[in-house]
């Protein structure tokens, strides 16, 4: 519902945050008003049902973002084609009805094959439709590009990897497993640019390359291997405007220590992408060994001691619902001290990654009921405005360009408000005076 949205972005400003990954494709479905797939039964309770009132969570989540200065990236499972949670037959617009022929089953799970060529148009099609239609600042895939495997079961591809082979291919089954996953990597990010050039593309693949990589990593599976995914090389191409490896182990669990993977993650980047590890908070709030009491006290300031691209993403937002504190609590009362504006993406070459021009703010009111106002450049998403009490500046809010007006502390010494565009450039400052 849109109370429930509400209270998540109102939580994501209580907290400091600035981006919202939102689910939107689970299973070849959508939480979003779509012509190329069914609403999801996890939205609606049952496959191609429609919400009860003409809305659409996407756009509304988007919009209510916008407004209160976070971003907002569709995630989107590119492969999976049913859940075994779920409990509704494949509607007819459902790719198990429409092409069943490119789908197969493994284990629990109905997956899309990555090597059928419908199957790789078939996702691309509607990630092109959601960057077309949607004011998105990020397209996300997760982890399942070749499904996790399961002891002693092939993935049965045989009927597109003998067709691969009867056309003239030439590579054995795990390169072409690779070179397929390549490609769909390569065209997404093709893809979304062709689209708009400023949206962000992110992946989060599995944290561990492979095992003893880096050396001190015993143990994880091989996602080159056994995912078919080649994550260094879609780094070395630069495929990708962020990479989210999902780090969710504890500091001190030897066999997969977050301080032994996250230096290794930013020496292989060498294209200088942002690198945002995925943390686990919710493990965090469980408490258990060997986590340690301040456990994401200590990661972020592993994290922030790297010279590189800093940045993170908390899965998921459940655990960030309470102020246990440890987590929420640490977070609001000393780790997120001030609003952060995201990192600018100075590679994605469009007319908004040149600076925007500096608002035309003037502030109104009386003292100790300061009203900041603007009018933004046609060019800015959002507008910083930072303040300053005694001798220190900080962050007060970042809003919507649009929003137009920011109240001030009561206790503000001067103000200055920055405009930020699509890609993250940055204005000259404007600094009205105070009343």
Not at 104 to 114: I, S
Not at 378 to 383: E, K, M, T
Not at 389 to 398: G, L, P, S
Request: with cysteine; charged share 20%; net charge positive.
């Amino acid at each position: 519902s849109s109370d429930l949205l509400d209270a998540i972005v109102a939580r994501a400003v209580d907290l400091k945050l600035n981006a919202l990954v939102f689910q939107v494709r689970p299973s070849a479905d959508a939480m979003y008003q779509s012509t190329l797939e069914p609403w999801s039964e996890w939205l609606t309770g049952a496959q191609g049902r429609a919400p009860d009132e003409a809305w659409d969570p996407l756009e509304y989540l988007i919009a209510a973002c916008h407004r209160e200065g976070l971003q907002l990236h569709a995630w989107c499972n590119p492969f999976r084609a049913a859940h075994p949670a779920g409990k509704s037959a494949p509607a007819a617009n459902h790719v198990l009805s429409k092409l069943p022929s490119a789908c197969v089953k493994y284990g629990a799970y109905q997956w899309m094959d990555p090597g059928d060529q419908r199957a790789a148009d078939w996702s691309l099609a509607v990630i092109r439709d959601l960057v077309t239609r949607y004011d998105l600042d990020g397209v996300h895939i997760d982890d399942y590009f070749y499904p996790y495997p399961e002891k002693g079961k092939p993935f049965p591809d045989t009927r597109s990897f003998t067709a691969y082979q009867k056309g003239g291919g030439k590579l054995s089954r795990d390169d072409w497993r690779r070179f397929n996953i390549d490609t769909f990597v390569r065209r997404m990010y093709e893809t979304v640019h062709q689209q708009k050039p400023w949206v962000q593309v992110g992946i989060s693949p599995f944290g561990i390359a492979a095992p003893k990589v880096p050396a001190g990593i015993e143990a994880g599976i091989d996602q080159y291997a056994d995912l078919y995914a080649d994550v260094q090389k879609w780094l070395r191409e630069g495929w990708l405007d962020y990479l989210a490896p999902q780090l969710y182990w504890p500091i001190d669990q030897k066999p997969q220590s977050f301080a032994v993977l996250l230096p290794w993650w930013h020496s292989v980047n060498p294209k200088q992408r942002h690198m945002w590890p995925g943390i686990n908070p919710g493990r965090m709030l469980a408490g258990k060994a060997p986590s340690r009491p301040d456990e994401l006290r200590d990661e972020l300031q592993l994290l922030r001691a790297q010279k590189a691209s800093q940045g993170h993403i908390h899965y998921s937002f459940r655990a960030l619902r309470t102020d246990a504190a440890n987590v929420a609590g640490a977070l609001k009362n000393s780790l997120y001290p001030t609003f952060a504006v995201a990192p600018a993406s100075p590679w994605l070459k469009d007319r908004s990654a040149s600076a925007p021009a500096a608002p035309e703010a003037r502030v109104e009111g009386t003292a100790g009921r300061q009203v900041a106002r603007w009018t933004p450049d046609p060019n800015a998403r959002f507008v910083a405005v930072q303040v300053r009490k005694a001798k220190d500046w900080t962050v007060h809010r970042v809003l919507g360009a649009e929003v137009g007006s920011c109240t001030l502390p009561a206790d503000v010494t001067a103000v200055s408000l920055v405009a930020i565009s699509r890609t993250g450039a940055l204005s000259a400052p404007s600094s009205p005076k105070l009343r």
